[in-house]
């Protein structure tokens, strides 16, 4: 029976002003292994890469990101490695998650060979969740686009916008409130998500300054997604997001929905 592994975090922050480096910042899983001789098994816990990479933008808050879903992972049960180095995308390396995160990502992050990777991992079942600037991201594959269900068109200043769930019972948006105020950068999109996307969450337009979309503005969705499953919130640009008990939830949950937990 493989032992309950052991995840540890170094964080560091990084600046609004320039790109992150493309050293790999990693937190790593230990697993210790005990012989047993029962008959039951305990089923192993998820395994999420974090995958913080930028090639425009560099949010501050990537740091803050790769700490939450750490102890997130620590407090459910799955477990967590943050990397910004895309040689991880091969097919045996992804072979090792069950989900990729694609937190704060920005720009051309993916050559071919791992833009096939990461299609191919999907394609085995897998899960991805896309946090906030993931749709500032791979704007000429076109298979992301799909995957991540929007791409990025702009913002306005950072503001405090009332956002409403949809009512949808998908298991992504469990614990969404019916309607909340929260301060974030709000993204509109280029086009809204297709009609296989399930909205989970929109934005109120009269409450903020700067949307774009109209009454029905996209913010939080899922999808299943050639062969896998895809989860994306706008939320999280903010350090502060991190910290907050709604947005934590919000991520565990669109989290173990991809993983297949959900």
């Given at each position: 029976m493989i032992g309950l592994l052991v995840v540890g975090v170094v964080a560091c922050a990084g600046?609004?002003?320039?790109?992150e480096s493309t050293t790999t910042s990693s937190i790593m899983a230990v697993a210790s292994s005990t012989s047993t001789t029962t008959s039951t098994t305990t089923p192993l816990p998820y395994r999420v890469l974090v995958f913080h990479e930028t090639a425009g933008f560099a949010h501050d808050s990537i740091m803050a990101g790769v700490a939450a879903i750490t102890e997130l992972g620590n407090e459910g049960g799955f477990t967590v490695t943050a990397s910004d180095d895309?040689?991880?995308?091969?097919?045996?390396?992804?072979?090792?998650y069950d989900v990729i995160v694609f937190l704060n990502t920005t720009g051309d992050v993916l050559d071919p060979g791992e833009e096939q990777a990461m299609e191919g991992f999907i394609?085995?079942?897998?899960?991805?969740?896309?946090?906030h600037a993931a749709t500032d991201t791979e704007y000429d594959w076109e298979w992301y686009g799909g995957l991540v269900g929007a791409y990025f068109a702009g913002h306005p200043e950072q503001q405090t916008a009332t956002v409403r769930s949809t009512g949808s019972r998908?298991?992504?948006?469990?614990?969404?409130?019916?309607?909340?105020?929260?301060?974030?950068?709000w993204y509109n999109f280029t086009a809204p998500p297709g009609p296989e996307v399930v909205v989970l969450a929109t934005l109120d337009e009269t409450s903020y300054e700067g949307g774009t979309m109209g009454?029905?503005?996209?913010?939080?969705?899922?999808?299943?997604?050639?062969?896998?499953?895809?989860f994306y919130t706008g939320m999280g640009h903010t350090v502060e997001s991190y910290s907050e008990p709604l947005f934590r939830d919000h991520l565990v949950n669109g989290i173990t929905w991809a993983a297949g937990e959900g």
């Open positions: 600046t609004e002003a320039e790109p895309s040689s991880l995308f091969t097919a045996p390396g992804l072979a090792e394609g085995s079942g897998k899960g991805f969740v896309g946090v998908h298991p992504a948006g469990e614990g969404l409130p019916e309607s909340f105020q929260r301060f974030d950068e009454a029905e503005h996209p913010i939080v969705w899922a999808q299943g997604y050639d062969g896998g499953r895809s």
